[in-house]
């Protein structure tokens, strides 16, 4: 399974390389002038070296298509209150967001999975997580992505985003993740 | 990965003879009340048994299984005035009076001549001066365990009236890793925690396994990315085998109380319904239709009905309907949400989780709702299970940021205890009493 973290972090690698990259070039200082001395004698000519060859390479960034596109601007997850399957109105615009990039890219196909927070049993959260990624799932529908590319799983309580044991880490645990399962660049 | 305990592939011959010689008890003086729970256990003096070697080894494991039923305080063996007793003697009861013991075991574990482990035993009442059981067992001699055991639930029997539990086996899930990559594999102990071994390899996630009346099969659920599954396991010879295939989620499986079916929930569509697969053809039935989440059946025993979990009523609460899903009503009354109800093996009880003010609840109700009790406390109490005597519930309770233990209480909510096995583990289920 693919870390929710792991295409963000890898991000953030790239933006950093780029920022060291900007700060070797940037103009140095001028260093002081020296009096000028005896003109020394004139090297003799020399042709310019011969430019290297240029590779050309994606720029530093997010690849159309690619899995951390889909990460970054669409969005993976949604969050549900306590007990609720109930889209809230803050997952709408991810999952409109969710429904446009996979209009865009119609080879991927999405695993929608559910998740609890540990303030449940085991079997309950299983059903509920089911829940909460056919909500999902019935939302893209509504939006057009056809059903056959959306598989379904829940995870109960199994996969907490955030270990910890507090009403954050519960909120946080509760959502549905939008994995890629094939077809990204 | 797969390994067979011996326990299963070598029979046990457990030959229970009464010993003739002794004069046999007409009535029991000393008796164990086991409907009030304990608050004085009763104390039994339990000399190392004589004979071979292993009979200091099963005296210890008789005195374990007494002890940790809180029913029994055995007494220390340094205050024994005689370390050993030959178990052909009468005992000199004066010497055990003054140490306050109530019941005597005395033993003697003997090599047969076919290479086969016997022991004699008896049971003896010491204020009344006499004999209430003397019994003989041969098994195998890597069996040594499971014959301590079955001395065990004979005293156990005799002294409170009720079926031991120690002959027994508990199948659960063992858990490593950290909470966001769990790793989770069946495994399966005696109940005292002895001869743990795997019987998955952890390379996916197993739930909620279950055994059938015969301690011969085990269902379970297993969870991977691709989607989830049921199987059935045979634990003698490692057959599994996957319960049909399900677009969905499939989960909760429960053996029918014959063994020839298993009850599970499907989801279709985000809705969870109950259904029943005929081991046999494999034919499936929809029992439940309600569009709220119906889940965790569990058969009575003479599996006329199904008790479940359903949130139908807008929480979740605990059910009641006939095996074909008929008659359905709802049985658990107070605050606080209820799931994985567990009906006990004697009809009288239905085990369940509550979850109220903040915490975890295990607890019974009777089977008509009635009479609820709360056993048990904490961040998270889970999973109940029944010993097969219906006296004694195993659970699993994690606290915030800890792991999972298995945990034991009685049916009072007198005693509750830390099960014998030291590591992480959850989702435990009590084999019946082992043939």
């Not at chain 1, 994995?179 to 660049?185: C, D, K, L, N, P």
């Not at chain 2, 010497?95 to 035993?121: C, E, H, M, P, Y």
Request: glycine content about 10%.
């Amino acid at each position: 399974m693919t870390h929710p973290f792991g295409p963000a972090t890898r991000l953030a690698l790239v933006v950093l390389a780029a920022a060291s990259l900007a700060a070797c070039a940037s103009t140095k200082p001028a260093g002081p002038v020296a009096p000028r001395g005896p003109a020394e004698p004139e090297a003799p000519y020399r042709p310019p070296s011969q430019p290297g060859p240029v590779t050309q390479e994606q720029a530093p960034g997010v690849t159309p298509g690619s899995v951390q596109d889909f990460v970054i601007n669409a969005g993976e997850l949604v969050y549900f209150d306590l007990d609720s399957y109930t889209l809230r109105a803050d997952a709408k615009p991810v999952l409109d967001a969710q429904a446009n990039w996979l209009r865009r890219w119609s080879a991927v196909r999405v695993r929608i999975e559910g998740n609890c927070d540990e303030r449940g049993t085991r079997e309950y959260n299983f059903a509920l997580g089911a829940r909460r990624s056919n909500a999902v799932k019935e939302y893209l529908v509504s939006r057009g992505i056809p059903a056959s590319r959306i598989d379904t799983i829940s995870y109960g309580k199994e996969r907490p985003l955030d270990p910890g044991s507090n009403e954050e880490a519960w909120a946080r645990n509760r959502n549905a993740r939008t994995a890629i399962t094939e077809g990204a660049r | 990965m797969f390994r067979t305990k011996n326990l299963f592939s070598v029979l046990l011959a457990a030959l229970a003879t009464l010993l003739a010689a002794a004069p046999i008890a007409a009535r029991a003086d000393i008796v164990v009340n086991v409907d009030q729970g304990v608050t004085q256990p009763l104390p039994i003096a339990i000399p190392a048994f004589g004979g071979s070697s292993v009979g200091g080894q099963v005296s210890q494991v008789v005195t374990a299984d007494l002890q940790r039923s809180g029913l029994f305080r055995p007494l220390d063996p340094n205050t024994f005035v005689q370390k050993r007793i030959d178990v052909n003697l009468q005992p000199q009861f004066d010497q055990w009076k003054q140490i306050s013991a109530q019941a005597l075991v005395t033993g003697q574990v003997t090599n047969d001549g076919d290479g086969r482990l016997r022991v004699d035993f008896r049971l003896w009442d010491v204020y009344a001066g006499e004999q209430l059981l003397g019994l003989q067992f041969t098994t195998t001699p890597e069996n040594w365990r499971r014959l301590a055991h079955k001395i065990a639930d004979a005293v156990y029997e005799k002294l409170t009236g009720e079926k031991g539990y120690f002959d027994t086996r508990v199948v659960f899930v063992a858990e490593s890793g950290t909470k966001a990559k769990r790793i989770r594999r069946l495994a399966i102990m005696d109940q005292d925690g002895a001869n743990p071994s795997y019987l998955t390899d952890g390379s996916y996630m197993v739930f909620t396994p279950r055994f059938s009346s015969n301690s011969q099969e085990i269902t379970f659920m297993a969870l991977r990315p691709t989607g989830a599954s049921i199987y059935l396991l045979n634990i003698e010879t490692g057959r599994q085998e996957a319960l049909g295939h399900y677009p969905g989620m499939v989960f909760a499986p429960r053996f029918s109380p014959d063994g020839r079916k298993v009850a599970f929930s499907v989801e279709k569509a985000g809705n969870s319904d109950i259904y029943v697969m005929d081991l046999g053809s494999h034919a499936t039935s929809r029992v439940t239709t309600d569009p709220a989440i119906d889940t965790s059946p569990s058969f009575s025993p003479d599996g006329s009905q199904m008790v479940f979990n359903s949130d139908r009523s807008g929480s979740p609460q605990i059910y009641v309907m006939n095996a074909d899903g008929s008659g359905a009503h709802r049985i658990s009354g107070g605050g606080g949400r209820y799931t994985a109800p567990v009906w006990s093996p004697d009809g009288k009880l239905i085990a369940f989780t509550k979850q109220e003010g903040g915490q975890f609840h295990i607890g019974v109700m009777n089977a008509d709702g009635s009479g609820e009790r709360i056993l048990t406390s904490s961040y998270l109490d889970e999973g109940p299970t029944w010993a097969p005597n219906s006296r004694v519930i195993m659970f699993f309770r994690d606290s915030a940021g800890g792991g999972p233990r298995l945990w034991t209480v009685d049916v009072t909510g007198r005693v509750t205890a830390q099960a014998p096995y030291p590591l992480s583990a959850s989702d435990p289920a009590w084999s019946p009493l082992l043939n």
